[in-house]
């Protein structure tokens, strides 16, 4: 979802105090100091690191081999940034669940380039925003997400823009440390804290405020997407599914079963991927579908067909042999049931001319992968984060378990030089 925006050359650095009154001046400044938020924004206190059980699951050994052991500890652990990510997309999902719940006309309207934006979507971004500022207040903070305020500022938004802040609010309050309460202003410039470009030097979040907006306002699946980047590389997720059932979704036509819906997947670098009830519980580490045989490898396709070329993935699964139905499902929350064996396989190609944007991947992708998946693209290479807010890749994206890669990867090859091969004779 796109619209024109003015962005600086380098991260927005936005720490709320003072700078919540100076991160965006009507020229987008960045300030460059580190002052405390706590004073002014005593929103919520970082999370417990989440309980490790025994399973019945493949699990992988924590204990690392003796002559790695002076590496793995002079590298970060990212725990404080993982339990703020998970705090931040948990606070995110109680507003998007609450606007879902009783979804109002006046709540969705249509963006620049015509695609629905609910105040959820700037609701949720301004929520984690705010909540990984107070919750890493000594760290520069940069942020690539998908919305803006300008529309937001436009006179005839006066009651939307009414809305977002009365939403944030009653989120944030619901945390038992949070007293203050915020401006139309200043939920406007936590939102503009989305304008960084990110790239290939330092540590910069990657938001999808709600990833499958369109599920979102049909009463289907969407989640909110976090992941940090430090150096170019995706070092941590967290995906909040509030729709997804903690058990299976295979054959289940996709919708929320009678069980507990509402889970969030998260994952560190080399530390697994696990999944835990949103509302709170124990999380149990998850793992990609051990399947060999692609007659039985069921594969996930959107709901909206512009996402991705139905003929092609078709024509992949055909030559796979696959047998299976599609499961169709909205959002990265492909990416979370795919991580824990719901099916075997996703694909996604666009039409020619789309750039993937960062942060419809970031997030599911470190999901996938630490889950011992694979995410490439249609050339079989990884994803590259580093580049900015676009990824420049071959064609589309592929992801499945490392045994059934180099068939599919054969097959996806097949089928796009067959594509060619009747494009080139019309």
Request: hydrophobic content about 40%; some cysteine; glycine content about 8%.
């Amino acid at each position: 979802m796109s619209m024109t925006v003015m962005r600086p050359a380098q991260g927005c650095c936005c720490h709320f105090n003072n700078a919540i009154n100076n991160c965006f001046n009507l020229r987008y400044r960045r300030t460059l100091k580190t002052p405390s938020l706590a004073a002014e924004f005593p929103f919520v206190a970082v999370a417990s690191p989440p309980t490790r059980l025994s399973l019945s699951l493949r699990r992988r050994p924590l204990t690392v081999a003796s002559s790695s052991a002076a590496t793995m500890s002079s590298s970060p652990s990212y725990d404080k940034e993982l339990a703020a990510a998970k705090k931040a997309v948990s606070l995110a999902s109680r507003l998007c669940q609450k606007v879902q719940k009783a979804l109002l006309q006046s709540d969705v309207q249509s963006k620049s380039d015509k695609s629905p934006v609910t105040v959820a979507d700037y609701g949720s971004q301004a929520v984690v925003s705010l909540v990984l500022q107070r919750e890493l207040p000594a760290d520069p903070f940069s942020l690539v997400a998908e919305e803006d305020s300008g529309d937001l500022r436009d006179d005839s938004a006066q009651d939307i823009r009414a809305r977002i802040t009365e939403l944030v609010n009653d989120t944030l309050s619901t945390d038992e440390s949070s007293s203050s309460t915020l401006s139309v202003e200043q939920v406007l410039k936590a939102i503009d804290c989305g304008v960084s470009e990110g790239g290939a030097t330092g540590r910069h979040w990657v938001l999808d405020p709600i990833d499958g907006t369109k599920g979102f306002v049909r009463g289907d699946q969407y989640a909110i997407a976090l992941g940090l980047l430090d150096g170019g590389k995706v070092v941590l997720g967290a995906l909040a599914c509030p729709n997804l059932p903690l058990t299976s979704i295979a054959g289940a036509n996709q919708q929320p079963s009678s069980g507990e819906v509402g889970c969030i997947f998260f994952a560190k670098l080399g530390s697994g991927t696990y999944m835990q009830p949103l509302e709170g519980g124990p999380a149990v580490e998850v793992h990609v579908t051990a399947t060999e045989n692609p007659e039985e490898a069921s594969f996930f396709e959107s709901y909206e067909a512009a996402h991705s070329l139905r003929g092609l993935t078709g024509s992949i699964a055909e030559k796979l042999g696959v047998k299976a139905p599609p499961v169709r499902i909205d959002s990265q929350a492909k990416y979370g049931a795919l991580s824990r064996g719901d099916g075997a396989i996703y694909m996604r190609f666009p039409h020619k001319g789309y750039r993937e944007k960062i942060w419809d991947h970031a997030a599911g992708c470190i999901v996938v992968t630490e889950a011992g998946g694979l995410v490439t693209d249609a050339a079989g290479k990884d994803l590259d984060f580093s580049k900015g807010r676009f990824l420049d890749l071959d064609t589309g994206i592929i992801s499945t378990n490392a045994k059934l890669m180099p068939l599919l990867l054969k097959a996806v090859k097949e089928s796009l030089k067959e594509g060619e091969s009747c494009s080139s004779s019309m």
